[in-house]
C-alpha cells in the first residue's frame, strides 16, 4: 500500500491504518498488547500472537469489544517455520501485510561469569532469532509489495551495560544493527525498518522483581521497585506500556514514510546519544 505525499494528508489521515494490516507478536500482555490495542484504534487488521494463545485471544477480545479487528494465532517466535507461517497466514486473510512489530522478548539476570550456556541460547533464541524471523518472514512479502513497516523492540539497554542484563543487552544490541541493517536493505523497494528502545516501562516483564516465592507479586514491592527505577529518568516518572504503542503507531503510519532505519529511545531522558 503506497503512501500519499503528506502534504496532501490531514493530521488524522497521517495517522490512519484503516485498509493496513499488522501482525505483532507477544502481543499476549505489556507492550505488544498496548501496540496491537492502539494500531487496531487507529484501523489496522491486527494478527496478535502469542506463545501463550489464551493471552493472544484476550487481546483480540479487548480489541474487538472496543470495535476494532484482531485474530490470534499462537506462535514461538524461535521456530522460524513457525514464524513463516505467521506471516503467510496473514496474507492469506488479507491478501497484503503492512506492518510487521517483532515484540516478543524474554529477559533472564545474571552476571556474565554465572550465565550458563542453556540461558544464552534461550535468550538468543527468543530475543534476537526470533526478531530475525519475523523481519525475514515479513520483509520478504513487503519487498514483493513495493511497501511494509518493520518494527523491532529494542531496549534501553543497549546504551547502559547493566550488570546482570547481558544476554538481554546483548540480544538488543544485535536487533538495533538488523534494524539498520535491514532498513538499507529494504529501503530501495520502500519497505522501513525502525527499532524502538524503550526505558523502564511498567509491564508483567518487570515484575519479576516484586514476585513472591509463589509467583504472586507483592503490591508493596512493586510499588517500591517503580518508584526507584522511576528515579533513573531525568523526568523521573515511569513508562506506561502506551508511550511505546504511540512511538509504534508513529513508525507504522503514513506520517513516518521518510523515517527508516532509525532507533527511537522513549525513556524519559534517561540516554541521548548522538
Ligand atoms: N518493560 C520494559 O521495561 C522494557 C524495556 C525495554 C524494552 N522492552 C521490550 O519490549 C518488549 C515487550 O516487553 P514487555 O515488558 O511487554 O514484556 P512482557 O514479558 O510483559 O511480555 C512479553 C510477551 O512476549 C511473549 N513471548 C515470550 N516469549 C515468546 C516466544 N518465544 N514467542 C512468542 N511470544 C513470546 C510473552 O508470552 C509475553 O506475552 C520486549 O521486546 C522487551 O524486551 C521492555
Known amino acids: 500500500m503506497t503512501t500519499p505525499q503528506l502534504s496532501a494528508l490531514s493530521v ?71 514464524v513463516d507461517a505467521l506471516v503467510a497466514d496473514a496474507v492469506a486473510r488479507h491478501g497484503h501485510l503492512d506492518v510487521m512489530v517483532n515484540n516478543a522478548a524474554i529477559i533472564t539476570d545474571s552476571l556474565v561469569l554465572d550465565t550458563s550456556e542453556e540461558d544464552l541460547d534461550r535468550v538468543m533464541a527468543v530475543n534476537f532469532k526470533g526478531v530475525f524471523f519475523g523481519c525475514q518472514a515479513a520483509g520478504r512479502v513487503m519487498k514483493e509489495q513495493g511497501s511494509g513497516s518493520i518494527i523491532n523492540l529494542a531496549s534501553g ?29 529494504l529501503a530501495p523497494f520502500m519497505v522501513r525498518v525502525n527499532a524502538i528502545a524503550p526505558g523502564w516501562i511498567d509491564t508483567p516483564m518487570n515484575e519479576r522483581h516484586a514476585r513472591r516465592p509463589d509467583g504472586s507479586v507483592d503490591p508493596e514491592k512493586k510499588a517500591e521497585y517503580v518508584a526507584q527505577r522511576s528515579k533513573v529518568s531525568p523526568m523521573g516518572i515511569p513508562g506506561e506500556p502506551d508511550d511505546i504503542a504511540f512511538a509504534a503507531l508513529y513508525l507504522a503510519a503514513p506520517a513516518a514514510k521518510f523515517v527508516t532505519g532509525v532507533v527511537m529511545r522513549p525513556n524519559g531522558g534517561s540516554t541521548m546519544p548522538i
Open 12 to 82: 488524522p489521515q497521517a495517522f490512519d491504518l484503516s485498509g493496513r494490516v499488522a501482525v505483532v507478536t507477544g502481543a499476549g500482555r505489556g507492550i505488544g498488547r498496548a501496540i496491537a490495542s492502539r494500531l487496531a484504534e487507529a484501523g489496522a487488521s491486527v494478527g496478535c500472537a502469542d506463545v501463550v494463545p489464551d493471552t493472544a485471544e484476550e487481546t483480540v477480545d479487548l480489541i474487538t469489544a472496543a470495535g476494532g479487528t484482531a485474530w490470534s494465532q499462537p506462535v514461538d517466535v524461535t521456530d522460524r517455520v513457525a
Open 157 to 185: 539497554a543497549i546504551d547502559i551495560p547493566t550488570p546482570g542484563l547481558i544476554t538481554y543487552s546483548a540480544a538488543k544490541v544485535a536487533v538495533a544493527q538488523l534494524t539498520r541493517t535491514l532498513a538499507v536493505e
